[in-house]
Each structure stands twice: as structure tokens, then as C-alpha cells.
């Protein structure tokens, strides 16, 4: 894979992922805080902390 293409592919992911926890946390009456940007820069990791952090 190039490197453009890794790059495109990994922007798609993290935006999908945020995309996802912005729409989860409505949906659910959850406040999402800061986790939607946290993934977006984070991707996965962020995903995993909106889901099992318990601040």
C-alpha cells in the first residue's frame, strides 16, 4: 500500500469512527464530551475510551 492511499484509508476510518460516536452518544441520551475528537485524532483508541471509560 502507498502511502497516500494509507493515509486516505486511515482518515476515512477516524472521521467513520467519530462520525460514529457523535451518532451513538445522541442516540443514547449520552453525553459524547470530548470522545468524538479524541478519535478523530486517535481513531481506534478513542473508540475503546468512549465505550469503557468511566469518568
Avoid at 5 to 24: D, E, N, P, Y
Wanted: hydrophobic share 55%; no cysteine; aromatic share 20%.
Amino acid at each position: 500500500m502507498d502511502f497516500v492511499s494509507f493515509l486516505t484509508a486511515t482518515l476515512v476510518a477516524h472521521v467513520g469512527f467519530a462520525i460514529f460516536v457523535a451518532g451513538h452518544a445522541a442516540l443514547t441520551d449520552r453525553d459524547a464530551g470530548y470522545w468524538p475528537y479524541l478519535t478523530l485524532a486517535l481513531g481506534i483508541v478513542g473508540l475503546a475510551g468512549y465505550f469503557f471509560y468511566d469518568g
